[in-house]
């Protein structure tokens, strides 16, 4: 294997990263005692990204510029997320160019894309780390239900981040991969998966060594994020009626109502019953009460009950039965609830397979698949397929299908079309997705023009239209007038996406950052340098005055003056070319006990400070 490609599972909620280690199989990477999980949390500090756990740890701090669930708004447009979800938020939400959402900080505002490629630069970052090597390369999973814009969103917050997203691997066939279920030799297995922010239920066949999914179907706005609400909507009852002028619409209120739900949720994971005490800083009340599982059942049921609505129509889909299942596999957070794993195992008559980490089970498989890819043994064909049909506008805004939902991919289909105007010497296609018959009712991710038919009568143009889906589930359109071989092949922005020069602009600005950054940490390791060798100096100078002319000591305090100033400036590098003077002005006295005391500050410029 010449290069390693890391899996990542980039969560609602918690992201990570596993690859393969020789003579160790598929780990999560994470250093020895310590959590692999970095929380999908971000908020901004001095101008400056923090990301996970100190994101986390400042969000009450800091509660409108810190974001969550940012994995619900990538590739959707404002109007696409409804106003009650809107409202949950602490931070604001506005509607960019071509309808993409926009995340507001203050006066910036920033794409899904951008943020998302914070977390995955984190995760890309402690795993070099860990790792002791460049990563360039990884599969990135996605809900098995994402459509074709929020894939490319997927892959465009990778780039924005430093890597190639060689594969976008549906969760869910992560998920199956790390578990073997590819070693049977045949069977039929269900993964039931449900994160922070996103449910999905696929249905896979294996037969011999091939892989394939069957059906799969979900919702890329329902999860442990849902749960949560549903805990602040009893809060909010309760505080409401001990205290009737209680705030509770506020960033801050929000934030410490949906930490308080979590801690709950978790909590009542782990024991039957659980004390909860919420006060809000700025206000004069505090509240105090208790949680059961059986009071968390009734709130967390309407939330689980879609999940299985969603479980029966794959398998409708399928034309299977849960009789038929020979495995159910749990994957996500969110299904290490007790009340989730017994109605799971109560819809599909069966104990839930849960031998693997939930937490793990994704991005294990994701290592995994990376490994393949990098060339690395298993010997297994894996097939996935398409969540929802592909097609384009016809005329009375009808959705006329190429590729129908279920297809496995890669796959390509092609249709002949013709106008319906005479001496039209354009054609505008439309692109959607989706199950309906109308194009009103389904996504549209795009559209282009092709230029150029020679003016004939309506009816008689033959243009071929083409649909290609690759192995991740990214779709290209080409069409062909066929008679005047009159072609149009070219990318398709999806609507809500990102096009290719805002792709290139903000790698551009990330790269003029990064220099920025780069500056900015060498001026404050300088600094540190230089605050050092200064106080190395001034401990021993009634010594150095003894061991010193006069002139000397002069220079040198002179010098140490300049580097005082220097350190008050933003110039690293000329903070630096001081400092090597004062190191030359030392340097005499090597031979000395203040000398050698100078000297080891002096050689210590090149460590960090732990």
Known sequence: MTERIVGIDLGTTNSLAATVFDQVG???IAEPGQTPIIPSVLTMHEGKWLVGQEALIRSLQNPTQTLHSIKRLIGRSLEEIPAEEQAQLPYQLRSGERGQVLVCLDEQAFTPQEISAEILKAVKYRAEVILGETLQKAVITVPAYFDDVQRQATRDAARLAGLEAVRILNEPTAAAIAYGLDERKEGKIAVYDLGGGTFDISLLQLTGKIFKVVATNGDTRLGGDDFDQAIVGELTLRIQQEFTDAELRSPLARQVLRQTAETIKIGLSQSNEIEYTISIEDQSWSHQGSFTTTELQPLLAPVIQRTLQRCQQALDQAGWKVEDLDEVVLVGGSTVVPEVRRQVQQFFGRTPQVAIDPYKVVALGAGIQGHLLAGGRRDFLLLDVIPLALGIETVGGTFSKLITANTTLPTEAKELYTTHVDNQTAIEINIYQGERELVRDCRCLGRFKLRGIPAMKAGLPLVEVTFRVDANGILTVSALEKRSQTDASIEVIPFHGLTQQEIDDLLEASYEHAIEDFTARQLIEFRQTAERVLQGIEMHWTIAE?????????????????????????????????????GDLTRSLADTVVGQAVLSALQDQETTPV
């Open 26 to 28: 598929p780990e999560v």
């Open 546 to 582: 003894k061991a010193l002319a006069q002139i000397d000591c002069t220079a040198i305090r002179q010098q140490m003056e300049v580097v005082r100033q220097q350190m008050e400036g933003q110039d690293p590098q000329v903070l630096k070319t001081e400092m090597d003077r004062l």
